[in-house]
């Protein structure tokens, strides 16, 4: 990436999309010329759910430990010499426990560190003062103990410790993409009420919070994307006027490109007109993808105008915790002919049997079961198009609200090695183990409630900021957004002769979750395929199409700068991340399944 001679820009790598990305996104991004800060996004909502199993064990931890022992700690002194500032969330529920092991390593390789932390998201004992998140949500008195509470914090304060000169900023819960958006306000001076632009600096916070799925993973064109093996990490190019490039370091593998892009920006957003942060309410429906020919050519780069924002709400989003329960899944190889048979039956076998055991040592019924016959598209329900196979991965799932109930199920599923189908290999790598479900909650709470606090370094009292922190008043906007670009009539397709197409041949797709829900993202190939997507690919098609996954209904957006769609299927996910029982419990197959689906194209619209 060939940096502009402006100084007016800042130039930001996404070092991590989760926790347990890959070990080449430092170093990649480190080969960078003229790179001035990291960002790494670690807490998705299942994340909580696994540090808070973690500090349970030992409270020391409750952070993620890859930030320090993989991401950062081998590459302290480059870091340091080069000068590039660092942002994360990766505290967790323990930022300063975080901190500390980043300054032990630090003084063990003799580099000097700033280390900033902000914390004041623990709001466990603000509960009393809740407010239900969404139409459907539970109310907190209803459910059993919080283990933890976590409000998502905007990225002023990271602002602020950046400007209190640290040299890494640890956060614990914030939105993903504040640790960008905290850096765009430092290095640019804007004002917390100049919302377009915190929109579009929001919007790149989005596009890399996800690692590697910002320069081609997932994509559905996966063929196209070169060198899985060395693919590369996102690179943002941020203006002053919140205008930005994304791309990739040079030699790396992988694709940026309008398409590529785009199927990012569309994940998980929910309505596209409403993309609700602490700092700022987006709306991303008017975005305008540009490819640069001539830049980059070697990876692509693309440039990203358009958003808008309006002022934020008075509220904090809330991700609670809570144990509910044991769960477990055993999986075993079945292979031979009619194993699809052979397969179910095992499982109905195994699911009777640990019933009569249970009930003779006085423990109630399964709460939930679950089994799922993988190789021959058990997820596709009555759109699957196997028959039978020759070998299957069984999959059994259970969930039981005592622990000692689950070890039936535990132990006589290596029974069926020997006493039920031919060709069946009763387990993969030992007896599977016994977990404790935690579960997660939203709610709302007044950001009044909440203090906020930056601790510059660990030698410093934290700093408690002040109402522009939290407050989500609206003010005038110092800059004010003119009118959206109206819309004409949508295009209809032409009448005539039509031919059955499967979705994906005019469309890309990207699926994710929010909870319980779905999102899936469509984006047409063409400008002349979007009116076929319009009439054809309805909220209620789609809502027929995964009848046998989704309890809720389907909402369909419209982003006509991207022309694109965009879909929330509500409780679509059994409950979702760590409290779902299936093999997909965030939604990451809904798009590839999705676009499977066959539609009515028109004969002179159809793709060769």
Known sequence: MNLPSSSRTVLIGGASGFWGDSQIAVPQLLRQPGLQYLVFDYLAETTMSILQRARLRSPELGYATDFVTAAV??????????GIRLVSNAGGLNPAGCRDAILALAHEQGVPLKVAIVTGDDVLALQDRFEPWGAEAERVQDLPPLMSANAYLGAWPIAQALSAGADIVITGRCVDSATLLGIAIHEFGWDMNDYDRLAQASLA????????????GLFTDWEQVPDWAEIGYPLVLMHADGSFEIAQPRGAGGLVTRQTVGEQLLYEIGDPAAYELPDVIC?????????????????????????????????????????????????????????????????????????????????????ETLVELLGAESMYGPNRRVADSREIVLRIAARHGERRALAFLQKEASSA?????????????????VQSVIRTASFLLPKTAVLVQVQACAEEAPLALGSLAADGAARPAERASGPLPQAGEPARPPRGPAVRIALGRIAHGRSGDKGDDANIGLMARHPRWLPVLREQVTAERVLAYFAHLVRGPVQRYELPGLGAFNFVLQRALGGGGSCSLRSDPLGKCYAQMLLDMEIDCPAELAPV
């Open 205 to 216: 916070g989005h596009l890399v919070e996800c690692g590697a799925q910002g320069c081609g």
């Open 417 to 433: 090695g020997t006493s039920m189908g031919p060709g069946t290999r009763s387990h993969f790598g030992g007896r599977s183990d």
């Open 283 to 367: 709306d991303f429906s008017q975005v305008r993808l540009e490819d640069l020919a001539g830049h980059d050519a070697e990876g692509g780069r693309v440039r990203v105008t358009g958003a808008r924002g309006r002022a934020p709400g008075s509220r904090y989003k809330v991700t609670a915790t809570y144990q509910h329960g044991w769960q477990i899944a055993i999986m075993m190889a079945i292979r031979g002919q009619r194993a699809l048979a052979k397969a179910q039956r095992t499982a109905d076998a195994l699911l009777a049997r640990t019933r009569w055991q249970m009930e003779a040592a006085g423990f109630a019924d399964y709460d």
């Open 73 to 82: 700690g081998p590459h302290l002194r480059a870091i340091k010499d080069r």
